[in-house]
């Protein structure tokens, strides 16, 4: 324990580079918002729906077109699945963050 009042139950709230301690509660305190973020259902806002199809329909396009330019191989089934993975993170980037920006 350091002197400062956070440590010594004199404050409610630690403060941003008061000491070590302070920091790694509000670390802590960052990282269960972003789980109980990550981990909560985030229904539908207006203007959503439509940026999500438009992320489906983009990586839709760059799907046909890596087929179409590619061999059968590894390689392309990996290009695929990686794209179909950023079409998901870019969505849950929208549901997850919308509230931030």
Known sequence: MCGC???QG???EPTQGCCPNCDAAIARRRLSDDIDA???FHPVQPGQAERYA???SMGRDLAH???DATP???EQSTALTKLQ???MWANAAIAIHEDES
């Open 5 to 7: 009042q956070y440590c």
């Open 85 to 87: 993975e950023v079409i």
């Open 54 to 56: 438009a992320m489906r």
């Open 38 to 40: 990550r981990f909560t």
């Open 72 to 74: 059968p191989s590894r």
């Open 65 to 67: 077109a890596i087929v």
């Open 10 to 12: 004199n404050a409610p």
